[in-house]
């Protein structure tokens, strides 16, 4: 099992990921999610020009959000700073990088040709953009020589991603696995896990626990209300979670509803989440259960773990180094 860590782009990130690298972690994700954080290229520059070993990529990227000669440009800066060695690159369609602006995630049925496009251009082959021929023209010393070759990810749940995912040769991204996911054909699944290290005198009731484990969990009841997933019957507390939001203004609530997002708890979330929604993270446990849970997630066929770490960072990161010995 791939130990590897997430982070949300904001300042304090670079120091993070030199960090992560320190303690082990063999992969820095960062989020693009522009509406609630920093931009995603230019915080893994900064932590690239300051690391030697660590893989650095956007994890996800949302290709609609920029002009697929702008995405592959930002490929290419990465893989000439730190070398293609170091950056892989996940793609999703749009939870919650699209979601946050009130917009739909991507259809699947557009985003295998969106991710084709970027990987062609990156090849040096010319692709039509909205009737009219583009290409990378970087001459020698503009840019790395094409074609520039990285491993790709893409952010699925369910059947209609895997297939997709399958199809494209990509690995995936889950950060809610279905229980009769089939993985079959995928070498890399990588699951985007939340939760804490529970200190001696903690329990589940806890404060900190619940302040620092809690922003991912939330994020279950936000993803399963926008799809109107009936598994959000299934969480505790959701009825008031529907109360809240059914009294917003349609148009609006997404601004309430992702405030925070993977960092902290809303006002919304609060008024949600109690103890008994934090099992739904699968890393709200104490060091000693980790491993038996690592076991459990190989054998339902995940290859790589991606922790992030939320409240105290540093703590977490450190905290969650020592559990899964890395």
């Known amino acids: 099992m791939k130990i590897s860590a997430a982070f949300p782009p904001v300042p304090a990130t670079p120091d993070h990921i030199v960090l992560a690298e320190e303690l082990g972690y063999e992969t820095a994700w960062v989020y693009d999610t522009p509406a609630l954080q920093l931009d995603v290229w230019m915080t893994l520059a900064l932590a690239g020009v300051r690391t030697e070993r660590i893989r650095l990529g ?40 699209r979601r946050a602006m009130g917009q739909k995630p991507l259809r699947w049925a557009d985003f ?39 491993p790709w990810i893409v952010a699925v749940n369910g059947p209609r991603g895997l297939a997709a995912a ?8 889950t950060s809610r696995p279905r229980p009769d996911a089939d993985y079959g054909g995928i070498d890399d699944v990588i699951l985007l896990g939340f939760g804490t290290i529970m200190d001696d005198d903690e329990t589940i009731e806890s404060p900190r626990v619940l302040d620092t484990a809690g ?16 598994r959000l019957s299934n969480l505790p ?25 993977l960092t902290e708890l809303n006002a919304i979330d609060r008024q949600v989440l109690t103890p008994e929604s934090l099992p739904i993270a699968p890393f709200v446990c104490r060091a000693e259960e980790v491993r038996e849970r690592m076991e459990r997630l190989a054998a339902a066929g995940i290859t790589e773990v991606s922790f992030q770490p939320m409240g105290d960072v540093e ?8 559990a899964a010995e890395i």
């Open 112 to 150: 295998p040709d969106m991710v084709a496009d970027i990987q062609a251009l990156l090849r040096g082959e010319t692709i039509d953009v909205d009737g009219r021929a583009a290409r990378m023209l970087h001459w020698p010393g503009q840019a790395v020589e094409r074609p520039i070759e990285v």
């Open 166 to 173: 399958a199809e494209m040769g990509c690995g995936v991204f």
């Open 237 to 261: 507390n959701a009825e008031r979670l529907a109360e809240i939001t059914d009294a917003m203004d349609p148009d609006k609530r997404h601004l309430a509803l992702h405030e925070g997002h």
């Open 215 to 230: 922003p991912g969990v939330s994020v279950a009841y936000h993803a399963f209300l926008e799809q109107r997933d009936a």
């Open 315 to 322: 703590r977490e990161l450190r905290a969650f180094a020592a």
């Open 58 to 97: 956007p994890g996800v990227m949302i290709p609609s959000l920029r002009h697929p000669m702008t995405t592959a440009a930002a490929i290419a800066t990465l893989v000439g700073l730190v070398g293609p060695e170091r950056v892989i690159i996940g793609a999703g369609t749009g939870f919650t990088g």
